[in-house]
């Protein structure tokens, strides 16, 4: 596209539910609400793991660095979601918004990879629990976190870099309710062809290749589940994988429903829902699901709150 005559965008406005004004304060106050909630139960969660010696296992030490994440992911969309609920619309200098597009990137990239890990984990403990210490030993955790991270941190620094390659020369609204990768691209005025195809192929490799190994490695442990003779194991087996498997659907049906869709799939309305359901929705439900539906859990939980209520008797 030709430049002339026309200025460079210096700034962004991010638009959020600008066109529903009616409901931006009932809005607001839920989403505080919900952001609080997910910032204490996913600290909670990690303060447990860190405090309690019999949970410095694989298992929840994963589910320590997925809550690391989940707060993050929180941190960095909703208090601007916020802004833009009490102001209407949010302007936002074109660096803030490459930092908020790199950090979304980061933390949603290494948290399919923390998911892919988490059911490797459960496949090991529940198809060979026997081996399980050797084949989940503290090096092939480090091995597996470490792979998560950088490839987080890989993705979100060659495409954050690419995005803000292409010139921006208006309009400056961004019709979404942060700077995600999608939206951003709409503003562009160049050939964004390549880039797509990259998108594309990229999404598929860190969304779906990971999502298709979870579903095969539970394919495998519903085998095994199905060929235990005690009944206590086979609803305990089920119990531990459960919530794993309900995060992992909540979190890729909305993410690809994001980054897979055609540009003309859904309207800008449809496009914030899904979006909100995986910054908002998984970063609130993990420590529910995963200190709710585990017993350990909240035997620590309960252990930790038993000695803050004799610390304070005493």
């Known amino acids: ?49 860190s405090l309690e010696q019999s949970l410095r296992v694989p298992l929840y030490l994963f589910l320590q660095n997925l809550s690391v994440v989940d707060m993050g992911i929180s941190a960095v969309i909703m208090p601007v979601m916020l802004v833009i609920l009490s102001t209407e619309k949010m302007r936002i200098s074109i660096l803030g918004c490459l930092v908020q597009m790199y950090f979304i990137l980061t933390l949603g990239v290494t948290e399919c990879f923390l998911l892919g890990a988490m059911a490797f984990d459960r ?7 026997l081996s399980y210490p050797v084949i989940v030993n503290k090096m092939v955790f480090m091995k597996l976190v470490t792979f998560s991270w950088v490839s987080g941190i890989t993705v979100a620094t060659v495409q954050t870099t690419w995005v803000f390659s292409f010139p921006f020369c208006g309009p400056s609204e961004i019709n979404h309710i942060s700077c995600e990768t999608p939206a951003v691209l ?10 797509e195809i990259y998108a594309f192929t990229g999404t598929i490799l860190t969304v779906i290749v990971p999502f298709l190994l979870i579903l095969l490695s539970y394919v495998r442990i519903l085998f095994v589940i199905l060929k235990m003779p005690s009944t206590t194991g086979r609803q305990k087996a089920f119990s531990t994988c459960a919530s794993h498997l309900t995060s992992v659907t909540l979190f890729y049906g909305t993410a690809s429903m994001t980054y897979l869709q055609p540009k003309s799939g859904y309207s ?33 939980l309960m252990k930790l709150w038993q000695r803050r209520v004799d610390l304070h008797t005493f």
């Open 1 to 49: 596209m030709k430049m002339e005559n026309q200025s460079s965008v210096v700034e962004f406005i991010l638009l959020g539910f600008s066109n529903f004004p009616e409901l931006e304060e009932q809005l607001f106050g839920a989403f505080l609400v919900v952001y609080l909630v997910t910032l204490m139960g996913n600290a909670i969660i990690i303060v447990i793991i």
């Open 123 to 129: 496949f090991a403990a529940i198809c060979h629990p």
């Open 186 to 195: 709409e503003l562009a005025c160049a050939d964004t062809f390549m880039f």
């Open 268 to 300: 800008p309305e449809t496009k914030k829902l899904t979006s909100l359901a995986y910054s908002l929705l998984t970063p609130l439900l993990n420590p529910l699901i995963y200190s709710v539906r585990n017993n350990e859990m909240k035997r620590a």
